[in-house]
């Protein structure tokens, strides 16, 4: 994966198929390495863009805190690096709240969203508390566990945890840290009704702890299509 300068830092990113774009957006600590099989599937009929974020993977560490509206600015920014005039947006758990307020700050810049378990909030006692468990283990004695437990509970076999372990490692603890916490911070909950995009909502039958966010999302968005797969968890 090459490297861009964009809005100011270095993303590593990498870029392939033709067809409408689709930009995949990873949640904290795992990186645009969690989209593997995305790549590999969905190439053949859709260009399709990931990165990691800045301070995560082998994208450089940011000196700026990091934010969901400075995500969001890389994210035009390296749109308009690569030449890309319209994209979709795809975002897996926290990812899915950047779609949101990408759409939200560039609703002219953007074709649409994916959101995948996906919030607009971070309301629940339980998604509360494990944002919070991150955000304390994200220290230099900590952060490799904590690079371990997400990138296993995000694999399906051995071959997939390897991966997601050695990108996770390469990241920033700090900025990571400060992604955790505004992911806790955030909320566009009310805002909702403003995103005229058309929204697909992907979640899983068993992830029992992320439905109220799904129907929360399902009855506040006025162009949502929602879809359950069936067996899968977060």
Not at 64 to 88: M, S, W
Not at 208 to 224: A, E, N, S
Request: hydrophobic letters at 40%; proline letters at 6%.
């Amino acid at each position: 994966m090459p490297l861009i300068e964009a809005n100011g830092t270095r993303l590593h990113y990498h870029l392939a198929g033709q067809g409408p774009t689709l930009v995949f957006i990873h949640p904290p600590l795992i990186t645009s390495a969690v989209f593997r099989y995305q790549i590999a599937e969905l190439t053949t009929s859709f260009r399709v863009l990931t990165f990691d974020i800045r301070g995560h993977g082998a994208s450089t560490p940011s000196p700026t805190p990091l934010t969901y509206p400075l995500i969001v600015e890389d994210i035009r920014q390296l749109l308009n690096k690569l030449g890309i005039e319209e994209a979709y947006l795809c975002g897996y758990s926290t990812g899915g709240s950047i779609v949101l307020e990408a759409l939200l700050s560039y609703p002219d810049r953007f074709a649409g969203g994916i959101l995948i378990s996906a919030m607009s909030e971070a309301s629940t006692l339980y998604l509360r508390a494990a944002i919070g468990a991150a955000t304390h283990l994200c220290t230099p004695i900590c952060f490799r566990s904590l690079a371990t437990i997400l990138s296993w509970s995000n694999a399906d076999t051995p071959l997939t945890f390897a991966n997601l372990h050695r990108a996770a490692r390469q990241g920033d603890p700090e900025n990571i840290q400060q992604y955790f916490t505004f992911s806790q911070q955030y909320n566009c909950t009310k805002r909702l009704m403003e995103i005229k995009h058309p929204i697909l909502l992907l979640y899983g039958s068993k992830d029992r702890r992320f439905h109220k966010y799904t129907k929360l999302l399902q009855d506040r968005l006025p162009q949502v299509t929602t879809q359950e797969i069936k067996g899968k968890r977060h």
